[in-house]
T-cell receptor, first 117, second 117 residues
Framework: AQSVTQLDSQVPVFEEAPVELRCNYSSSVSVYLFWYVQYPNQGLQLLLKYLSGSTLVKGINGFEAEFNKSQTSFHLRKPSVHISDTAEYFCAVSDQRAVDSNYQLIWGAGTKLIIKP | GAVVSQHPSRVICKSGTSVKIECRSLDFQATTMFWYRQFPKKSLMLMATSNEGSKATYEQGVEKDKFLINHASLTLSTLTVTSAHPEDSSFYIC?????????????FGPGTRLTVT
């Protein structure tokens, strides 16, 4: 079964500093990968996704992520963070169910990004 | 495009009562909707997959008689928490996919905060 690991439950970083949020997954087949952001008391918003093609994916709000198949990772990066980036970030991986052929998302536990002024 | 709304955004109810949460796709038809539950400081837990015109598919461990799901139209799915108890207090999030899409392209609602007293 697929699983997603976000090793860091919290990442504190100073404003305007770079940040990397780590995501590793386990899968024996090709995968689709996603990063979502959740601002306080809000739903989830898609930041970026990797379906195929270039392994470097650019998303909204200046975020990007790199798919590394050999390391089974999909780390999220931003070169310079802002206070407004304070949120919870979730990594997710697709999981095609054999029963109904419908893709399901497997979620990581989330990483809270804390921006220090 | 692809906006999903939820109503209400917050609800407080007394133990033993039932609460209905609505999930609507505002500008597209959603043949499939998903219901998630999010515990504090934890990831999303998929509760069930709701398909228009058919019975919902519940994940293992989710009581279908307690969490009633109805997907009566292509734009509306409802989750009714029956005989709610304090342990049902949580953040409930729905998502939807377009008829041509898969779970790779989920659009999330803003969530409903349920508090059972």
């Amino acid at each position: 079964a697929q699983s997603v690991t976000q090793l860091d439950s919290q990442v504190p970083v100073f404003e305007e500093a770079p940040v990397e949020l780590r995501c590793n997954y386990s899968s024996s087949v090709s995968v689709y990968l996603f990063w979502y952001v959740q601002y306080p008391n809000q739903g989830l918003q898609l930041l970026l996704k990797y379906l195929s093609g270039s392994t470097l994916v650019k998303g909204i709000n200046g975020f990007e992520a790199e798919f590394n198949k050999s390391q089974t990772s999909f780390h999220l990066r931003k070169p310079s963070v802002h206070i407004s980036d304070t949120a919870e970030y979730f990594c997710a991986v697709s999981d095609q169910r054999a029963v109904d052929s419908n893709y399901q998302l497997i979620w990581g536990a989330g990483t809270k990004l804390i921006i220090k002024p | 495009g692809a906006v999903v709304s939820q109503h209400p955004s917050r609800v407080i109810c007394k133990s033993g009562t039932s609460v209905k949460i609505e999930c609507r796709s505002l500008d597209f038809q959603a043949t499939t909707m998903f219901w998630y539950r999010q515990f504090p400081k934890k990831s999303l837990m998929l509760m069930a997959t709701s398909n228009e015109g058919s019975k919902a598919t519940y994940e293992q461990g989710v009581e279908k008689d307690k969490f009633l799901i109805n997907h009566a139209s292509l734009t509306l799915s409802t989750l009714t928490v029956t005989s709610a108890h304090p342990e049902d207090s949580s953040f409930y999030i729905c998502s939807a996919i377009t008829p041509s899409g898969r779970a790779l392209e989920q659009y999330f609602g803003p969530g409903t905060r349920l508090t059972v007293t």
